[in-house]
């Protein structure tokens, strides 16, 4: 296997990375209802526009875009002060079983960490059963007052890392 760097994303590769979120995500497709899916599909792939208040950090090979991350160095109005936010953490399935998940999220942690932060946040759902096993892991834990429900049917389950 080839070199696997974990960086921010240059300009030419944001169609990439945005490629790289929906060919993970779309095996969850089926489960969510196809209006939810519809606005969810478009928010994931709008990686320009979350660039104004975040770093996209990618796991590049000299080839192509293996995986993404979003961080964001302060958490949304929805988290406590004080905190950094992780988003659409995605590999490619090509990409998958070399680590590079969690590369990508301890490159957050160490961004964190490295600018004083206290915290990290991340949501998730039940759906995403590698991601949160991977999560727990590495010593995040559930913050069920921090979920949201953005279809009767799906809980979306947040998590903390404290730093």
């Given at each position: 296997?080839?070199?696997?760097?974990?960086?921010?994303?240059?300009?030419?590769?944001?169609?990439?990375?945005?490629?790289?979120?929906?060919?993970?995500?779309?095996?969850?497709?089926?489960?969510?209802?196809?209006?939810?899916?519809?606005g969810y599909q478009r928010?994931?792939?709008?990686?320009?526009?979350?660039?104004?208040?975040?770093?996209?950090?990618?796991?590049?090979?000299?080839?192509?875009?293996?995986?993404?991350?979003?961080?964001?160095?302060?958490?949304?109005?929805?988290?406590?002060?004080?905190?950094?936010?992780?988003?659409?953490?995605?590999?490619?399935?090509?990409?998958?079983?070399?680590?590079?998940?969690?590369?990508?999220?301890?490159?957050?942690?160490?961004?964190?960490?490295?600018?004083?932060?206290?915290?990290?946040?991340?949501?998730?759902?039940?759906?995403?059963?590698?991601?949160?096993?991977?999560y727990e892991r590495m010593?995040?834990?559930?913050?069920?007052?921090?979920?949201?429900?953005?279809?009767?049917?799906?809980?979306?389950?947040?998590?903390?890392?404290?730093?």
């Amino acid at each position: 296997m080839e070199q696997v760097d974990i960086r921010e994303a240059r300009d030419d590769e944001l169609d990439a990375a945005a490629a790289v979120i929906a060919s993970a995500y779309e095996q969850y497709r089926p489960a969510i209802p196809v209006d939810a899916w519809e606005g969810y599909q478009r928010d994931m792939m709008d990686v320009r526009g979350r660039l104004a208040s975040s770093k996209l950090l990618v796991a590049a090979g000299a080839a192509k875009v293996l995986g993404c991350v979003t961080y964001f160095p302060a958490a949304s109005e929805s988290w406590p002060a004080g905190g950094a936010y992780i988003r659409l953490l995605a590999v490619a399935p090509i990409g998958r079983g070399l680590g590079l998940g969690r590369r990508l999220t301890e490159a957050c942690v160490e961004r964190a960490r490295a600018a004083g932060i206290s915290y990290i946040g991340l949501h998730t759902t039940s759906l995403m059963e590698v991601a949160r096993a991977m999560y727990e892991r590495m010593g995040f834990v559930r913050l069920p007052e921090a979920d949201f429900h953005p279809t009767p049917q799906m809980t979306v389950m947040a998590y903390r890392l404290d730093l």
